[in-house]
């Protein structure tokens, strides 16, 4: 597979029934927890933020079933999770908004079906470290892979791509807290989605030196928020020249999203 290719099988739809009878819809991505490759054990968790997942009563996780150690995209495996936000461990900051959730008990109720399932976890080796972070340019392209508005691939269980830029430098942390902002368009259902700097096709450093053909990809973080215009959500009339007339009130995307810096997801980790 192809960068792309994969980084689909790295994220995973949650859908929630919330305590009030609403439903939603977030992003999260598979993460592995304290590796250790001598004897090739991990802690299989996936990530998203804490909002998708607070007060909801009764969550949906949908997995690819797998044959041969292949994918079989149309053949799929759900999980109905009761008293779901209690499953998830949270970031003990609560201006972080992160969460976890180890998913090793139902991969062996699956494995006891005798059903394979296929996803591909991230790990720590896709955390930039400083001398790669002092390589990055004020803007570089990203790519976010999530569920906007809950949309999704629902025959073949994918994800779907979303394209943009760094809106700030991502070696900054924006207003002094472990963040950046993006230029994306970024819609309720991303919330979750991993951030990835992505170049399957070369790219070029702060400092001048192009890599023809390399390849290159960091997990820069968490989506998490995004600014909005207010234009006229609430039905009201107001005074215009001429006329009274209703008018509709609505909350518009600015298309910027907000992102919580990968570094923040080892303190996850220590709450396993």
């Known amino acids: ?24 819809c977030g992003s999260g991505y598979f993460f592995r927890f304290k590796e250790n490759q001598e004897n090739n054990q991990h802690i299989p968790v996936v990530i998203t933020n804490k909002h998708v997942i607070n007060n909801s009563k009764n969550g949906k996780l949908i997995f690819t079933l797998s044959k041969d150690g292949k994918p079989t995209d149309k053949e799929h495996f759900e999980f109905s999770i009761g008293n779901f936000e209690g499953y998830w461990r949270k970031h003990p900051d609560p201006d972080v908004d992160l969460c976890a959730m180890p998913i090793a008990p139902f991969l062996q109720v699956a494995e006891s079906q005798g059903k394979k399932l296929f996803y591909i976890s991230l790990d720590f080796s896709l955390i930039p470290d400083q001398e790669k972070l002092d390589t990055l340019s004020g803007m570089e392209e990203i790519v976010m892979v999530g569920y906007p508005n809950g949309i999704w691939d629902k025959v073949n269980n994918k994800p779907i791509y979303r394209k943009g830029v760094t809106a700030t430098h991502p070696c900054i942390d924006y207003n002094g807290k472990q963040e950046f902002m993006i230029d994306a368009a970024c819609f309720p259902g991303s919330s979750g989605s991993p951030v990835f700097i992505l170049n399957e096709n070369g790219y070029s ?29 609430e039905i009201q009339i107001v005074d215009v020249p001429t006329s009274q007339k209703p008018i509709a009130v609505s909350s518009i995307p600015n298309n910027l999203g907000l992102v919580i810096k990968s570094t923040r997801i080892r303190e996850l980790e220590n709450l396993f």
Do not use: W
């Not at 968490?222 to 207010?230: E, I």
């Open 1 to 24: 597979m192809t960068i792309t290719e994969q980084l689909a099988y790295s994220t995973v739809r949650i859908e929630c029934e919330m305590n009030n009878g609403q439903n939603s």
């Open 205 to 233: 450093d702060k400092n001048g030196n192009t890599y023809l053909g390399a390849k290159r990809i960091f997990l820069m973080g968490t989506l998490f928020a995004g600014p909005q215009h207010t234009a006229t959500g």
